[in-house]
């Protein structure tokens, strides 16, 4: 009985500093490569999911379709310059690019995102992500709480 409640206060102890931390999950949107094969596909997804492996700054990785196209605006200079200046509406020509596939990385904390980019295998990863991806990406971080 005593090794079972030494036991049960051991996991419960270690939920509790499981549930303070501070992990942070670097999430990406992008524009496909219409003209992308199924052989530049099937390789970004193999150096997508071996980045846990490959890369001791992402513990988990998720990416594929995105379940709703994401929409990103962009105005005209003039326009932005009128928002920027603090006018709640601006008249101007406004161009639309969709975000179909998505890419989320679980890491460690904030620190891993600025080891990420330096690791070895980051280079090998880009080569296979810019055959199916058009140059540009939606990018946001959240902090675990």
């Not at 090794?3 to 931390?21: F, Y």
């Not at 998505?102 to 980019?117: I, P, R």
């Not at 280079?123 to 058009?134: G, L």
């Not at 140059?135 to 709480?145: C, N, V, Y």
Request: hydrophobic share 45%; with cysteine; proline share 3%.
């Amino acid at each position: 009985m005593r090794t079972l409640t030494i036991v049960s206060l051991s996991l419960l102890a270690s939920g509790t500093l499981a549930a303070g931390e501070k992990k942070l999950m670097h999430c990406f949107a992008f524009t496909v490569i219409d003209t992308a094969s199924e052989a530049d596909w099937k390789a970004f997804a193999a150096a997508t999911d071996a980045l846990p492996s490959k890369n001791p700054a992402v513990s988990k990785v998720w990416h594929g379709k995105l379940r709703a196209p994401l929409n990103i605006f962009t105005v005209d200079a003039a326009a932005r310059k009128t928002l920027m200046a603090g006018e709640a509406k601006a008249t101007g020509d406004v161009t639309r690019v969709q975000r179909k596939h998505g890419v989320c990385m679980e890491m460690t904390d904030e620190g891993a995102l600025k080891t990420y980019t330096a690791n070895p295998y980051h280079k090998e990863w880009m080569a296979a992500y810019e055959k199916v991806r058009v140059a540009g990406t939606t990018t946001f971080d959240i902090i675990g709480q």
